[in-house]
């Protein structure tokens, strides 16, 4: 063990920690020296939406003195930005173990800073937390965290006065300021427990009449009431508002996955608590089979995140993935608003980079704008703000399962999700169709796009720099033709440039700095490369498209895009 991690380990048993973190200390010396090693070798990076991190003692875990060094970083900030303007934050939790620890510790300290608390008296989905800070008209908030990531994770998402995640300037003064705090005893632990309110069922009921206002047919869920929906909770915050929201809107044959519907942060039936895979959402695919249901719907721990499972133009049940989901979201609130006769000249709805390319041609062909923005919900809240007033958001969303729909929560937000994924269920089943039919539909009328993606994890010391190399390999040498398609155009989006590699005419993209690379094909496929910031992974989309003329057509053009996303991994060695 080097001379640096030996001097942290020395100052957390001899400084003013608790007698059980300095037990667990001593017990890592005796009998998981490498362990250790890990919980001390760096301090756990507060990045650009927060912390994320394995919990245990150290330096480099979530702890109750990573969390309160943070959050007395942040009230630094706030203090400086809002000289003796009162300052009110809003916090919340999800369901993971410690988390509501977590959320009473950073309330604490906030409160011991003189800021005005709300604190949520129980878990509540993250989306709730966003909507709190803009009912509340808070200066910031917190949710303690880690989204989708294994049991063993915590985390810290850091809100700004809208309800989004912190942007420039905000996302680098704050990690500025909570960097420079270099011990446990600059962070202002007590003191303040009278600034702590706790918020409950009134605001609960706040965000659940602000959810009804996004319906666009309730008459239709009035007729179509029993339709049978299966919800899972994946043992998360969902379990607290949709029942109640479905209800809301008007469902009364909802049905509550009992082996996942009890909130526990040891998530007992899953590998990964995240509705993106296919085994997470096992056991509700054999609920909805079981009941012959119309839908089926599972929401992540903190319930910003959203899987949908339909029965396809065969009968079998099949999971939709994030880009579906999305067109399916986006053409329903442009389709349906027009035909209600309430959609606006200036209506507009925000994707980003990496999404399916379908929801640009479905904007297009319904007159509405479409913007494309970096990849992260924070930057959808952003292009909302510069808008306000000028243009009327209706919806946003990503390929990563999810959703932003209205502009009072500025965040993805799984529960007004499931409560419109399952009112546009009713109205496909109202013309007798089902929500894949209408995907065929869709693919006839706007074209057939099919999109996947890889993540490949560079292990070791040296996974970093192998992935620098790779995309300075991409920038420096990007490939002629690709799966036989000859690259026509180069994005980068770290250059903020764009190029047409073959006049050699660039343009400047009007995008903040991001480490990605598209290459866009003469056959119209789309191939980015997106590092991730603090792991040594590397995420590849692909994007392919072709004509559907008719429905019949489906299965045979499915297999064809299918085998050019394969032919595309395997041009570019990915496999």
Same mark, same amino acid.
């Given at each position: 063990?080097?001379?640096?991690?030996?001097?942290?380990?020395?100052?957390?048993?001899?400084?003013?920690?608790?007698?059980?973190?300095?037990?667990?200390?001593?017990?890592?010396?005796?009998?998981?020296?490498?362990?250790?090693?890990?919980?001390?070798?760096?301090?756990?990076?507060?990045?650009?939406?927060?912390?994320?991190?394995?919990?245990?003692?150290?330096?480099?875990?979530?702890?109750?003195?990573?969390?309160?060094?943070?959050?007395?970083?942040?009230?630094?900030?706030?203090?400086?930005?809002?000289?003796?303007?009162?300052?009110?934050?809003?916090?919340?939790?999800?369901?993971?173990?410690?988390?509501?620890?977590?959320?009473?510790?950073?309330?604490?300290?906030?409160?011991?800073?003189?800021?005005?608390?709300?604190?949520?008296?129980?878990?509540?989905?993250?989306?709730?937390?966003?909507?709190?800070?803009?009912?509340?008209?808070?200066?910031?908030?917190?949710?303690?965290?880690?989204?989708?990531?294994?049991?063993?994770?915590?985390?810290?998402?850091?809100?700004?006065?809208?309800?989004?995640?912190?942007?420039?300037?905000?996302?680098?003064?704050?990690? $500025?300021? %909570?960097? /420079?705090?270099?011990?446990?005893? #600059?962070?202002?632990?007590?003191? !303040?427990?009278?600034?702590? =309110?706790?918020?409950?069922?009134?605001?609960?009921?706040?965000?659940?009449?602000?959810?009804?206002?996004?319906?666009?047919?309730?008459?239709?869920?009035?007729?179509?009431?029993?339709?049978?929906?299966?919800?899972?909770?994946?043992?998360?915050?969902?379990?607290?508002?949709?029942?109640?929201?479905?209800?809301?809107?008007?469902?009364?044959?909802?049905?509550?996955?009992?082996?996942?519907?009890?909130?526990?942060?040891?998530?007992?039936?899953?590998?990964?608590?995240?509705?993106?895979?296919?085994?997470?959402?096992?056991?509700?695919?054999?609920?909805?089979?079981?009941?012959?249901?119309?839908?089926?719907?599972?929401?992540?721990?903190?319930?910003?995140?959203?899987?949908?499972?339909?029965?396809?133009?065969?009968?079998?049940?099949?999971?939709?993935?994030?880009?579906? $989901?999305? %067109?399916? /979201?986006?053409?329903?609130?442009? #389709?349906?608003?027009?035909?209600? !006769?309430?959609?606006?000249? =200036?209506?507009?709805?925000?994707?980003?980079?990496?999404?399916?390319?379908?929801?640009?041609?479905?904007?297009?062909?319904?007159?509405?704008?479409?913007?494309?923005?970096?990849?992260?919900?924070?930057?959808?809240?952003?292009?909302?703000?510069?808008?306000?007033?000028?243009?009327?958001?209706?919806?946003?969303?990503?390929?990563?399962?999810?959703?932003?729909?209205?502009?009072?929560?500025?965040?993805?937000?799984?529960?007004?999700?499931?409560?419109?994924?399952?009112?546009?269920?009713?109205?496909?089943?109202?013309?007798?169709?089902?929500?894949?039919?209408?995907?065929?539909?869709?693919?006839?009328?706007?074209?057939?796009?099919?999109?996947?993606?890889?993540?490949?994890?560079?292990?070791?010391?040296?996974?970093?720099?192998?992935?620098?190399?790779?995309?300075?390999?991409?920038?420096?040498?990007?490939?002629?033709?690709?799966?036989?398609?000859?690259?026509?155009?180069?994005?980068?989006?770290?250059?903020?440039?764009?190029?047409?590699?073959?006049?050699?005419?660039?343009?400047?993209?009007?995008?903040?700095?991001?480490?990605?690379?598209?290459?866009?094909?003469?056959?119209?496929?789309?191939?980015?490369?997106?590092?991730?910031?603090?792991?040594?992974?590397?995420?590849?989309?692909?994007?392919?498209?072709?004509?559907?003329?008719?429905?019949?057509?489906?299965?045979?053009?499915?297999?064809?895009?299918?085998?050019?996303?394969?032919?595309?991994?395997?041009?570019?060695?990915?496999?």
């Amino acid at each position: 063990m080097n001379l640096s991690i030996e001097q942290k380990v020395a100052t957390w048993l001899s400084g003013n920690y608790d007698e059980a973190t300095k037990e667990s200390i001593k017990s890592l010396q005796t009998s998981q020296p490498a362990e250790l090693e890990e919980s001390f070798y760096k301090n756990l990076e507060f990045g650009t939406g927060g912390l994320r991190g394995i919990m245990g003692v150290g330096t480099n875990r979530i702890n109750k003195y990573t969390i309160g060094m943070a959050t007395q970083g942040f009230s630094n900030y706030l203090k400086k930005e809002y000289g003796d303007q009162v300052i009110s934050v809003a916090v919340g939790h999800d369901s993971r173990n410690n988390s509501r620890f977590f959320a009473e510790t950073t309330a604490q300290v906030f409160a011991a800073n003189g800021f005005k608390v709300y604190l949520f008296e129980a878990l509540r989905p993250t989306p709730e937390l966003s909507f709190a800070i803009r009912n509340l008209v808070c200066k910031a908030g917190v949710v303690c965290t880690a989204s989708h990531n294994p049991k063993e994770y915590n985390g810290y998402k850091a809100y700004w006065n809208d309800g989004g995640q912190l942007v420039p300037p905000h996302d680098k003064n704050v990690i $500025t300021e %909570v960097e /420079a705090i270099q011990s446990v005893d #600059e962070v202002k632990w007590s003191g !303040g427990e009278a600034n702590i =309110n706790l918020l409950g069922n009134a605001m609960d009921e706040a965000y659940i009449k602000m959810l009804k206002s996004l319906s666009v047919y309730p008459e239709v869920i009035a007729e179509q009431n029993e339709l049978k929906i299966v919800y899972t909770p994946i043992h998360g915050t969902g379990i607290t508002l949709v029942p109640k929201v479905l209800s809301a809107f008007g469902f009364s044959n909802v049905h509550v996955v009992e082996a996942q519907s009890n909130p526990d942060g040891n998530f007992p039936t899953v590998k990964y608590p995240n509705p993106e895979e296919s085994e997470t959402m096992s056991i509700g695919l054999a609920k909805a089979k079981e009941l012959d249901a119309d839908i089926l719907l599972g929401t992540d721990p903190d319930a910003d995140r959203v899987g949908v499972g339909v029965k396809n133009h065969k009968g079998e049940w099949v999971l939709m993935n994030g880009n579906q $989901t999305a %067109v399916l /979201a986006f053409a329903y609130m442009m #389709e349906a608003r027009r035909a209600k !006769g309430i959609s606006k000249q =200036n209506d507009m709805v925000i994707t980003t980079i990496v999404t399916t390319e379908m929801i640009n041609q479905v904007a297009k062909q319904n007159n509405v704008a479409c913007y494309n923005v970096l990849t992260g919900f924070k930057w959808i809240a952003e292009l909302i703000k510069e808008k306000e007033g000028k243009e009327n958001y209706i919806i946003g969303g990503e390929e990563s399962f999810g959703l932003m729909i209205g502009d009072q929560i500025r965040d993805k937000d799984a529960v007004s999700a499931v409560a419109l994924l399952c009112e546009m269920a009713a109205y496909e089943k109202s013309k007798g169709r089902s929500l894949f039919d209408k995907m065929i539909e869709l693919y006839v009328q706007y074209g057939f796009y099919y999109e996947n993606l890889i993540s490949i994890t560079k292990k070791g010391m040296n996974g970093q720099q192998e992935i620098a190399a790779m995309m300075e390999g991409y920038r420096q040498s990007p490939p002629i033709a690709i799966n036989g398609s000859k690259v026509v155009t180069l994005l980068d989006y770290e250059l903020q440039k764009g190029t047409n590699l073959i006049t050699g005419e660039s343009w400047k993209i009007n995008l903040p700095k991001s480490n990605v690379l598209q290459f866009i094909t003469e056959d119209g496929s789309k191939i980015s490369a997106r590092p991730s910031g603090t792991e040594p992974k590397i995420k590849f989309y692909f994007s392919v498209n072709t004509t559907l003329t008719n429905a019949s057509e489906f299965d045979s053009k499915f297999a064809q895009l299918q085998e050019k996303i394969n032919g595309i991994i395997a041009d570019m060695q990915l496999n």
